[in-house]
């Protein structure tokens, strides 16, 4: 092996053993998080992992810890409004409302309850809309008319079809979708609107995955996963993971981490979509239909599932399902 291609290979590792750490702290936020088992969930020694850590994240671990746990309450403040401060802040790790009022205080510069209050409008990363408030401004259309359609006396699933200016129905449904175990390249920073970056991403998790035989396509899955709200979190602290569905326990190596996407009650929007919709896509699902839903966001993890190829479209537009995790409001 060459000198820089092992030094790829090594920086790989790090990089994986590091993700594999960040997995785990997303999975288990409402636990004690101590550097002994994260170092051990690196395979790393105790006395050099936090420096590598911060080398590898650009934060401390224990700062890291604290503003995942931070944004995620912060969320939760957006979007679940019958849960007490309190509830919320022992969700996300904290020992009580009292370290975590002043967490948030000096994280955000504001108190919890002026943040859920919609303190956050102005100060927020970019001015998000107040849910009591809210009315759709984008290019999917502004008269945007909501009604739900039942299955049936055997069907438990809840349709609903947004009529949109000069398109198509976008038809989101809510039901149970399966518990996913994915191989996935991931991506810390900004992405939005990058398609070089997401097709690099995609390219590499192939190459990877082409010669283990895990492309069976269409049995094989590709989705791409968003840990992070773009309107809490700064987008150089984004992480996005591209991912192929693979068989449970596949083993992984190099840059290709491995986790599994908890299932369970999601509201899925069918889209056909032009490379620069998204945005606005994701918008219609959080600002328009989840108010009116009856539903909140749950803490699991968001995704889009692929279901084409843009390429065999004829306009080029790719059919995608926006998953969004939901529970009863």
């Known amino acids: 092996m060459k000198q820089d291609e092992q030094s790829r290979y090594h920086r790989d590792e790090y990089i994986a053993r590091i993700n594999r750490v ?40 224990n700062a890291y810890i604290r503003r995942v746990r931070i944004e995620r309450a912060a969320g939760q403040l ?5 849960k007490t401060i309190t509830e919320i802040a022992l969700d996300c790790g904290f020992s009580g409302s009292a370290s975590f009022a002043r ?19 102005p100060e927020s990363k970019d001015g998000m809309l107040n849910s009591k408030n809210r009315k759709t401004n984008s290019k999917l259309g502004n008269d945007v008319t909501i009604f739900s359609e039942y299955g049936g006396i055997n069907s438990y699933t809840i349709k609903w079809r947004i009529a949109m200016q000069d398109r198509k129905d976008v038809t989101i449904e809510v039901k149970e979708m399966p518990e996913l175990h994915v191989a996935y390249v991931r991506h810390i920073g900004p992405y939005a609107g990058d398609l070089e970056l997401f097709e690099s991403l995609f390219t590499r998790l192939m190459a990877w995955a082409g010669p283990r035989d895990l492309l069976k396509f269409p049995e094989t899955q590709v989705i791409c996963v968003y840990h992070d709200d773009p309107k809490i979190t700064d987008e150089e602290k984004l992480r996005t993971s591209t991912c192929i569905t693979v068989p449970k326990d596949t083993p992984v190596d190099g840059e290709v981490g491995y986790m599994t996407v908890p299932g369970g009650k999601f509201a899925v929007a069918r889209f056909e979509l032009a490379d620069d919709e998204y945005e606005d896509a994701w918008k219609l699902v959080f600002g328009t239909w989840l108010p009116e839903s009856g539903y909140q ?33």
């Open 22 to 61: 960040i997995d785990y702290i997303e999975s288990h936020l409402d636990r004690e998080l101590t550097l002994k088992k994260l170092s051990d969930v690196a395979n790393f020694s105790s006395f050099h992992f936090h420096r590598i850590f911060r080398a590898l994240v650009g934060e401390s671990l």
């Open 78 to 82: 957006n979007y679940n409004p019958t």
């Open 103 to 121: 967490a948030f205080k000096e994280h955000y510069g504001m108190s919890a309850s002026r943040w859920r209050a919609g303190g956050f409008l």
């Open 297 to 329: 966001p749950d803490d699991r993890l968001c995704y889009e599932l692929y279901r084409n190829d843009p390429k065999e479209h004829p306009e080029n537009k790719c059919i995608v399902d926006i998953c969004v995790p939901v529970r009863p409001l």
